[in-house]
T-cell receptor, first 111, second 112 residues
Framework: DTGVSQDPRHKITKRGQNVTFRCDPI?????LYWYRQTLGQGPEFLTYFQNEAQLEKSRLLSDRFSAERPKGSFSTLEIQRTEQGDSAMYLC?????????FGPGTRLTVT | DAKTTQPPSMDCAEGRAANLPCNHSTISGNEYVYWYRQIHSQGPQYIIH???NNETNEMASLIITEDRKSSTLILPHATLRDTAVYYCIVRGTQGGSEKLVFGKGTKLTVNP
């Protein structure tokens, strides 16, 4: 257990539905990251926050994806109008300096 | 794209040293080499990182060549619980992106 928690751990949804995932980082960490991982691939970067500011977004983050980190604490990742291609593991990580601590991930299955 | 090249898979006998190679021939002067591993269905776990000197911690040793174009992660006495995908990542820390760029890694299987 790294101290980073994610909720839910598993989510099954039907195509077209909206889903929201939550990440609670280690409390003193000011940096928070979201990654996506599909089967057989390494994690791919989605977005990065420093405190409440979203400083970097990947081109993978289409307009159906939105991430927030109100008050610089927990973060949410919302996917609107889910597609089957969104099925993946969504990983959250936090850091104070260079080393990133990853949560257990949320596995999304879109049917 | 990942800046590193790793073999897709390796095997190691339990109790023996596991030596995982990584090529990073385009590494620049301010970029560090990081190693993470991912045990099945878990999030990646930090192992070690270094700039140019060899590093050792309770998990592993990192040997970086003098020209910094390659490195080796050493697990001195591999156990079955070390079976995982190991990722070698090159990352700058001064004004560059904060993200980690993962490749496909090396799938290490430790056999009894």
């Amino acid at each position: 257990d790294t101290g980073v928690s994610q909720d839910p751990r598993h989510k099954i949804t039907k195509r077209g539905q909206n889903v929201t995932f939550r990440c609670d980082p280690i409390s003193e960490h000011n940096r928070l990251y979201w990654y996506r991982q599909t089967l057989g691939q390494g994690p791919e970067f989605l977005t990065y926050f420093q405190n409440e500011a979203q400083l970097e977004k990947s081109r993978l983050l289409s307009d159906r994806f939105s991430a927030e980190r109100p008050k610089g604490s927990f973060s949410t990742l919302e996917i609107q109008r889910t597609e089957q291609g969104d099925s993946a593991m969504y990983l959250c990580a936090s850091s104070l300096e260079a080393r990133q601590y990853f949560g257990p991930g949320t596995r999304l299955t879109v049917t | 794209d990942a800046k590193t090249t790793q073999p897709p898979s390796m095997d190691c006998a339990e109790g023996r040293a596991a030596n995982l190679p990584c090529n990073h021939s385009t590494i620049s002067g301010n970029e560090y080499v990081y190693w993470y591993r991912q045990i099945h269905s878990q999030g990646p776990q930090y192992i070690i990182h270094g700039l140019k000197n060899n590093e050792t911690n309770e998990m592993a040793s990192l040997i970086i060549t003098e020209d910094r174009k390659s490195s080796t992660l050493i697990l001195p006495h591999a156990t079955l619980r070390d079976t995982a995908v190991y990722y070698c990542i090159v990352r700058g820390t001064q004004g560059g992106s904060e993200k980690l760029v993962f490749g496909k890694g090396t799938k290490l299987t430790v056999n009894p």
